[in-house]
């Protein structure tokens, strides 16, 4: 399989970089910036479609990455900096929105994702409601290798069709098709867990 969004548990260097945080040592940040810099920026990249406003979340991200380890202790590093700078760019995407400033067409992905996230609440809110993130990731962890794989890259990293299906060797047709099933699983089983209503 190819691609790079691997969500591996944390590796020395990562282990390295933690340490670093955790003792207050300013070259934590230099040292996420040297590894993870390409990848973070392509993450909000995809979100925003706009480099300098990429630049900035990824920026904003090494605060809040500074902020928040310790207290946090994060098990896979990669994954936690991804889900960082991915709510940064999402916030920084509503903003420029809100103003009908540049409308993104990855951002197609999240409102195919939130149809199937109805709830008495708001879309956002009830998706940041715990439980509801654990059955989520739960459902995740149940789909076969390349499912799982499909599901990540389209709806945590926001990736076009012909990107995964590239990624992973297949026909756009095919991944396509792929999550056709995945969503009708997910409403199957968010019916069954009562957050989504029967039509």
């Not at 940064?88 to 199937?116: C, F, G």
């Not at 945590?156 to 992973?168: E, G, M, R």
Request: contains cysteine.
């Amino acid at each position: 399989m190819k691609g790079d969004h691997t969500l591996s548990k944390r590796d020395k260097s990562d282990n390295d970089i933690i340490d670093l945080y955790l003792s207050r040592n300013e070259k934590a940040i230099k040292e996420t910036d040297a590894r993870y810099r390409q990848y973070l920026s392509s993450i909000a990249e995809n979100i925003l479609s706009d480099k300098q406003d990429s630049l900035e979340c990824v920026n904003d991200a090494y605060l809040s990455i500074w902020n928040h380890i310790p207290p946090d202790k994060p098990e896979c590093f990669k994954a936690y900096i991804a889900a960082i700078v991915r709510n940064i760019a999402l916030s920084r995407y509503r903003e420029k929105s809100s103003q009908r400033h540049i409308p993104s067409e990855y951002m197609d992905s999240l409102q195919d994702l939130e149809d199937y996230l109805q709830s008495n609440g708001t879309t956002t809110e009830e998706y940041e409601n715990i439980e509801l993130k654990g059955i989520i990731n739960g459902f995740v962890k149940s789909l076969p290798r390349r499912q799982r794989y499909i599901f990540v890259c389209k709806y945590y990293y926001f990736d076009t069709i012909p990107k995964i299906a590239k990624a992973l060797d297949v026909s756009e047709s095919t991944v396509s098709k792929e999550i056709a099933d995945i969503k009708k699983k997910l409403k199957e089983k968010l019916i069954k867990e009562g957050y989504y209503e029967k039509r």
